[in-house]
């Protein structure tokens, strides 16, 4: 009747040609890996750095007005 329906062929055609695709782009992937990795570790090390910088760096000014001719010692 119909010959556009699932045969064989055409399956083992489409996993052939998805294997040849995974082959290619396993290599890439295990090159590009290690570089993404480290950008992620760069991004959270300056989230963290940022982060204790903002807390850490709050400076508190006091002001004092000395209206006599004492001297003034500050803490």
Not at 11 to 37: C, D, M
Request: overall charge positive; glycine content about 4%; aromatic content about 6%.
């Amino acid at each position: 009747m119909f010959n556009s329906g699932l045969s064989l062929t055409k399956i083992l055609g489409g996993i052939s040609k998805s294997l040849t695709i995974v082959e290619q782009i396993i290599p890439i992937y295990q090159k590009i890996s290690p570089a993404i990795n480290n950008l992620r570790n760069i991004a959270s090390n300056f989230k963290l750095n940022n982060n204790v910088n903002n807390h850490n760096n709050v400076k508190q000014i006091k002001t004092i007005t000395n209206n006599s001719n004492s001297p003034t010692f500050f803490n």
